[in-house]
């Protein structure tokens, strides 16, 4: 269910990729949550993605988010600093020792919408976009959710 919801947002938004998007912040909420640093929290998995991501569990999240952020498949919900060839593996978080790391964590909720003039109609999903940082590395992860479609002049009044 959860991968056939993410290829109908997918193809929403594919098939009008070439209408501007629209964004529209909803809120910005940051906080400090405690990250744990070591061997069984830090990994390079392929699970959830098409290749291996520097991933951190990230349990904090099951109470500091919206949404699920949790990878079927993953013990904990987790988030990436990216592709593992291109970040490095998880020696790069774990060089300086096992411990427990105070950070903040940004929570941003948005509405993306995408106009199709020819039928009139806005399709529009609300996201969730969640970043920190751990050592210096950037880590990310984003859920979206389809909301319902509106009259394509309505969704640019409110999301102008």
Not at 9 to 34: M, N
Not at 73 to 94: D, F, K, S
Request: contains cysteine.
């Amino acid at each position: 269910m959860k991968i056939f919801f993410s290829l109908l947002c997918l193809l929403s938004v594919s098939a009008f990729a070439q209408s501007p998007k629209l964004v529209k912040e909803i809120s910005r909420v940051q906080q400090e949550i405690t990250v744990a640093v070591n061997a069984d929290t830090v990994r390079c998995s392929a699970i959830g993605y098409g290749q291996a991501e520097l991933k951190i569990d990230v349990p904090a999240l099951d109470w500091a988010a919206h949404f699920q952020h949790r990878s079927f498949g993953e013990g904990q919900p987790c988030m990436t600093a990216g592709a593992c060839r291109r970040v490095g593996g998880p020696e790069v978080i774990l060089a300086g020792g096992d411990e427990e790391i105070t950070t903040l964590l940004t929570v941003v909720l948005q509405e993306v919408a995408w106009v199709d003039d020819t039928n009139n109609t806005c399709y529009r999903q609300l996201e969730e976009v969640l970043e920190m940082e751990i050592r210096g590395h950037k880590f990310g992860h984003v859920r979206q959710a389809p909301l319902v479609q509106i009259d394509a002049e309505l969704c640019r009044q409110i999301l102008q």
